[in-house]
């Protein structure tokens, strides 16, 4: 056979069927289009901002000024209390943050020392702030003011130097750093001279110039954390160290004492200075209306453009845009206000010259006749009078002698080069995408008056050389296990997945890796994989699992000769690996770039199959057994206190950087969307699971209707639970998962219990998703969602599988949100992003869908009355008789009759909402107005859908599918409420179930068997598994293959007339036996031999499993995965207490809907009493004479209900910005051969090492940086949940 590999193959048979494996769904020029406009409009939204910011503090630096005209002297004190206002707002918006999260969040009391020394640093900061804007400045010239600012950077230059020093090693940006220094202590040398020098006597002067430099000097403490835990770090003074730790670990305390403190402090200068200045504060109550307007457009605008240049500048830096977006505009947006400033007077200046005709008159002059020779009472345009009032703070300086020009020139470009050089770090600094803010930025707090200085000199530094790469930004290579689950999927959808895992195969290869970011490994349960074939020792492999087999060969040998153009030559597939084990057996598959699949085939009269169980199989394989057991090797060995210390931290480590990929068997995704996934679990430490955009495949109107749903749920729902909370459901199809928080206490422990009350088969086994989910909220892990991250899966396209599927979700979903509401008050303690607020949400939430029916049926009562002339009250009633009559009958009928029955109602319903929705148009057009309440609704409504359509562009056609979910919402909100309810006793899975075939033999029932002879029959059938070609000693005696309880359909069994919907386990009969087996040489074979003969494109030679991991398998079947036998008894006892259980809740789900309905009908009946009356008026909102009149039980729930739609769609803007955030840094830190799908694989000629071992070490990390509980405080990238500390090993 191998000599057959290099042949060609036919030469007539050259044509290929080849399944797309490009990204067929992403539109990358739109995205790279968006990227360019994103990076342009920020880069120009900061330095735009941060002009105006700078331009305004000036403006009212200059109204302070003595001499001006805008603003009369005696209105001095008004300017100053606006610059106080600046200085202080900053402080203000931090108090109120770390407020918040002091409150809501961890936070710790500082020692004594750590509190007097930093109040001493604020001190020093809020002295010198006050003392240059309040004092100083107001006294000196406009291009001084601008300039001076840069001087803040001096002991940030010096410290700097400090700290490269105390680190001992050469960094190339010490002479920079030198420079920087010498350049504004020259700036200060020009500027001393400048002044001091105009009049050697003028001792007020004097003291202006010596506040200047002493002020900006001690504003240049505001930094010194920034190189304070460096020198720490560098230094073996313990008390600097516990210090720095201080600092770090008491963050929200220290900020709210800071704030107030600072706010005291500029009070207090602010309000002592102005009597020193012998001015009154009495003239602040009395402004005139001018200057008033005039103050606050400038304030406002300098407020404003302050705090939303800081955000835009985190916005650069999280988009990767360091450079072009953030450092060039500040450093540009310095000079441009020089230009701003300076420009404006030299040509008011030169006009006044030419308009006088030849006469001469120079600056002096200029200043003596018009500037200072003004009239003090102005009007008209106030842009001339500001033009002049700048010039007035020029006139001090003889701007006509070319040598005061260049000292000014001189310190002005000194102390602006010297920021540039001190900041020169910033434009080598390495991180990460959508780097958290305090990983960018050493402090909260940006400082008003000089907003591009405290951005850049805030940004945090770090020691960097030739040879050495800045550590806070790099992370520990990840581990990711891919782990996808199959049953009964079809062979397209197995070819999506194989797909998707070879993509991820080629982006990040094992063979000559180009990143060291993380490996990965895939992981395939297959359920029940296995038949008996008659005549055979062994089980064989069912029809689904050997078309797994077909499509790894088929996938492989495309992805291995894509490049192939003209003749084929025969698929060159390395020898693989196929493995039996205790559970049944595994396929190992060593992809073309050397990573691994690994398919476990379940049988599941060894193991215990279902999604749940493979999930708990994997989840102890990968994280018990090939996680921790190779550190309890070592602790086995004994080691001393130092190594034990040091082996917990290697576990807690790997812990914390290992993920779990959840896949379904049909998911299709690209490798970038893994990518977006990985980033938000490696940025934020507390983020347990996260998931990414679901989009359901197939076609006709079940698909489409599920199409619009799943857009409103992830625009709207799943945005407002990521901004406000968390998302309360990570679907399994596609989520990653953090190993540390699934192996926390009471989440994988608890995860793996065994249903054995009649809730747990509602809230563990229906949406097991959810529920681990809920486990990890419970916690206190994060669970996020990542709109970017896009993945593809096949939806039900059969009327009867939605509501089968529906039918599992719905109660699952009920009960495990009531789970978390009833814990409210514990979840809130543990989970910082919990709050009660969002608990209240969700209870509204939740209370919504519980009334649906009821409101559905209010809706089609309001139908009736358009359709029909009716009484509101004789509409309600008729409204409510058809919901009534199929509760009944899904009471008494079979479920498929009652789908059939929903699928009659569906089509009845959608007529009437297709004439409703006509009419309603119909009846706004008719009345000319649509300010009705009800037509505010549903324009509302429609502009909400429409507008957040407009913001997914990528995915905005779906919009066109609101019409068919619109007339399918009593459907979905009445008959399928209904349909689950009453089924919820049904805890089959319903969908993907296969039919026996017709006259297939059923197998008899057992006798229960002990637990020895359980043990015994899966030590026989593993045994005889592994002996399948000789005589077995399985099916020695009477002994019987066990029955897993968990597929016996108790329906059959009923005696009563009850209800006949009742049925307790998954319904999964016996395959269709296949029509067309291989020809076998003889009969005695087993599943090994069955693959060997399938195909000869890829050998599968035969391993053994390692002894340890063999007595894992075993140990792990008998503690929590045995297959469960039959059990009558239990069986009956479950049965009946799952249709108690639907008979209470349904009782009590049905009187809330019965009362509301009733509450209703007695509000119309006392309509005259008890009812809102509205005016009606037309679009001129001019009274029509009619009335609308709404009932307060309605309005109060539409109130509701549209607060809830309006927090979602702010929400959403929230979340698009920071989507569009991460994706342009995505886009922009990927290379161009990774971020769009390849058009061409080259065949890799290398091949593998034929010992490479699947169990090989992956903690293989070559960076040596470790998180540490100081250094990761979790902060969302909306800054929405920062603070929450996470304890991590050193």
């Known amino acids: ?80 209390l606006c610059i106080g206002c600046v200085l202080i707002s900053s402080s203000v918006l931090l108090f109120l943050k770390s407020l918040w999260k002091a409150c809501y969040k961890t936070s710790k009391l500082p020692r004594k020392s750590t509190l007097a020394l930093v109040l001493f640093f604020e001190f020093l900061v809020a002295m010198g702030a006050a003392i240059l804007t309040l004092i100083a400045m107001p006294h000196l010239d406009i291009v001084t003011n601008i300039t001076i600012l840069c001087s803040v950077a001096v002991l940030s230059a010096f410290l700097q130097v400090i700290t490269q020093c105390t680190a001992k090693e050469m960094n190339r940006f010490l002479v920079p750093s030198i420079t920087a220094l010498l350049l504004i202590l020259l700036g200060y040398g020009l500027f001393v001279y400048l002044y001091i020098t105009k009049d050697l006597n003028d001792t007020q002067t004097i003291i202006w110039v010596g506040l200047a430099v002493g002020g900006s000097f001690l504003m240049s403490f505001n930094w010194w954390e920034n190189y304070f835990r460096l020198i720490s770090q560098n230094n073996n003074s313990v008390f600097l160290k516990l210090l720095s730790k201080d600092v770090k670990t008491c963050q929200n305390i220290l900020n709210i004492l800071t704030s107030l403190f600072r706010i005291a402090v500029t009070a207090i200068v602010l309000g002592a200075y102005v009597p020193l200045a012998k001015m009154d504060w009495a003239v602040v109550t009395s402004i005139p209306r001018r200057e008033t307007r005039i103050i606050a457009i400038i304030i406002g605008v300098q407020l404003i453009s302050s705090v939303l240049c800081h955000w835009f500048s985190l916005v650069a830096c999280k988009m990767h845009a360091l450079r072009r977006c953030f450092i060039l505009p500040l450093y540009l947006s310095s000079l441009a206000v020089v230009v701003l400033f300076v420009v404006p007077v030299i040509v008011y200046y030169q006009d006044y010259r030419a308009s006088l005709n030849g006469t001469t008159i120079d600056f002096a002059g200029y200043c003596k006749e018009v500037v200072d020779g003004r009239s003090d009472n102005q009007t008209g345009s106030v842009f001339p009078q500001l033009v002049l009032d700048v010039t007035h703070t020029l006139c001090f300086l003889d701007m006509s002698r070319i040598t005061d020009i260049g000292i000014l020139t001189g310190s002005a470009t000194s102390w602006w080069l010297g920021l540039v050089l001190a900041t020169l770090h910033l434009w080598y600094l390495n991180f990460q995408r959508i780097q958290r803010t305090q990983d960018l930025f050493i402090r909260r707090l ?167 169980w493979s999930q708990i199989m994997y989840l102890y394989y990968l994280l018990g057994w090939k996680l921790m057991s190779k550190y309890h090797k070592r602790w086995e060995k004994g080691l001393k206190v130092e190594d034990e ?517 007695t509000l119309q009946l006392l309509q005259a009493s008890f009812s809102i009356r509205l005016p009606k008026v037309d679009l001129n909102l001019e009274d029509t004479g009619e009335d609308v009149t709404i009932d307060p039980i309605a309005f109060m729930f539409i109130l509701g209900f549209a607060t809830s739609v309006v927090i979602q769609f702010l929400t959403m803007f929230y979340h698009r910005i920071y989507t569009l955030i991460h994706y342009v840094a995505f886009l922009d830190t990927e290379n161009r051969e990774e971020k769009i799908a390849p058009s061409k694989w080259l065949l890799d000629e290398k091949k593998l090492d034929e010992s490479d071992s699947i169990y090989e070490d992956t903690n293989n990390s070559t960076n040596d940086s470790t998180v540490t509980e100081d250094d990761y405080e979790f902060e969302s990238d909306d800054e929405f949940y920062e603070d929450v500390e996470v304890t991590l090993p050193v």
Not at 479 to 506: P, Q
Request: include cysteine; hydrophobic fraction near 40%.
């Open 645 to 1161: 210390v040091e082996l917990k931290a290697d576990v807690q480590r790997e812990k914390h950087n290992t993920y779990i990929l959840a896949l379904d068997g049909d998911t299709d995704f690209q490798p970038a969307a893994v990518m977006l996934l990985i980033d938000r679990l490696k940025m934020y430490p507390r983020v347990g699971a996260a998931c990414g955009r679901i989009h359901p495949t197939g076609s006709g109107p079940a698909v489409w209707f599920q199409k619009f749903e799943y857009a409103v749920s992830h625009w709207l729902q799943k945005t407002a639970e990521h901004v406000i909370g968390c998302v309360l459901c990570s679907p399994g199809c596609f989520s990653l998962f953090r190993a540390e928080a699934l192996m926390d206490d009471n989440v994988m422990k608890r995860y793996s219990t065994k249903s054995t009350e009649a809730s747990h088969y509602i809230q563990y086994d229906q949406g097991e998703d959810r529920w681990l989910c809920t486990l990890l909220l419970k916690q206190g892990w994060r669970v996020e969602y990542n709109a970017a991250s896009d993945a593809y899966t096949n939806a039900p396209e059969d009327f009867k599988e939605l509501y089968n599927q529906r039918r599992r979700w719905g109660p699952s979903t009920l009960a495990n949100v009531v789970d978390l509401l009833g814990a409210t008050s514990i979840v809130s303690k543990r989970n910082p992003s919990m709050s009660k607020p969002f608990m209240f949400y969700q209870l509204f939430a939740i209370t919504s869908a519980i009334l649906a029916p009821a409101t559905i049926c209010l809706l089609i009562a309001g139908s009736l009355t358009f359709v029909i002339t009716i009484d509101s009250n004789s509409a309600l009633v008729l409204a409510v008789i058809p919901p009534a009559i199929y509760i009944l009958i899904c009471f008494k009928v079979k479920s498929d009759t009652q789908i059939v029955i929903a699928g009659v109602m569906s089509i009845i319903y959608a007529f009437l909402m297709l004439v409703v929705a006509m009419s309603i148009i119909g009846a706004m057009i008719k009345d000319q107005t649509f300010l009705t309440p009800s037509s505010i609704f549903v324009v509302g409504m429609a502009l909400i859908y429409i507008i957040t359509a407009i913001m997914h562009p990528q995915e905005s056609h779906l919009v066109f599918y609101g019409f068919l979910y619109i007339i399918c919402i009593p459907s979905a909100y009445l008959l399928l409420t209904i349909y689950s309810m009453v089924n919820m006793n049904n805890v089959s899975w319903g969908t993907r179930e296969t039919k026996p075939a017709a006259g297939a033999v059923k197998q008899e029932p057992v006798a229960k068997q002990t637990k020895t002879q359980k043990a015994k029959n899966i030590f026989q059938r593993y045994f005889s598994c592994c002996k399948c070609c000789k005589k077995s000693d399985y099916r020695a005696g009477e002994v019987q293959a066990p029955v897993n309880q968990e597929e016996v359909i108790i329906e059959a069994e009923q005696a009563e007339p009850g209800p006949q919907n009742t049925i307790v386990w998954d319904e999964r009969p016996n395959q269709e036996p296949m029509q067309a087996e291989p020809d076998f040489s003889s009969l005695s074979q087993c599943f090994v031999t069955q693959l060997q003969n399938m195909s000869n494109d890829m050998q599968l030679r035969e391993d053994s499993l390692d002894k340890e991991e063999e007595e894992f398998f075993i140990e792990l079947q008998k503690k929590y995965l045995e297959p469960l036998q039959d059990d009558k008894e239990r069986q009956k006892k479950i049965t009946n207490d799952l249709r108690e259980l639907r008979n209470k809740i349904n009782f009590a789900f049905f009187i809330m809907n019965c009362l509301w309905l009733v509450a209703t009908f």
């Open 446 to 612: 940006f400082e008003g008056p000089f907003i591009e200085q405290s951005l850049l000199l805030n940004t945090r530094f770090d020691i960097q050389t030739k040879h050495r790469i800045d550590k806070f930004s790099r992370f520990e290579k990840a581990m990711v296990y891919l782990c996808a689950t199959m049953w009964h999927e079809t062979y397209d959808e197995m070819m999506n997945i194989i797909i998707s895992i070879f993509r991820l195969d080629k982006y990040r290869p094992k063979i000559e890796p180009k990143h060291s970011d993380f490996t990965f490994e895939t992981h395939i349960y297959f359920d029940d994989a296995f038949e008996k074939v008659e005549g055979s020792q062994g089980n064989h492999l069912n029809k689904y699992a050997q078309d797994l087999v077909v499509i790894l060969t088929e996938v492989y040998s495309i992805f291995t000769n894509i490049n192939e153009k003209f003749f084929i030559r025969k698929q060159q597939i390395p020898d693989q690996k196929i493995i039996r084990t205790p559970y049944g057996g595994r396929l190992v598959v060593t992809m073309p770039h050397g990573n691994l699949i690994i398919v476990h085939f379940k049988d599941k009269e060894l193991i215990r199959h279902k999604k749940r």
């Open 1 to 80: 056979m191998a000599e057959n590999k290099d042949m060609l193959s036919e030469p007539w048979d050259t044509c290929r069927e080849v399944p797309a494996i490009e990204d067929e769904h992403t539109p990358w020029k739109m995205i790279k289009l968006l990227k360019v406009i994103s990076l342009c409009f920020v880069a120009v939204v900061v330095f735009g901002l941060a002009l105006c910011s700078k331009a305004s503090f000036l403006l009212l630096i200059t109204l302070s000024s003595e001499g001006t005209k805008t603003l009369p002297d005696d209105m001095r004190p008004v300017a100053l």
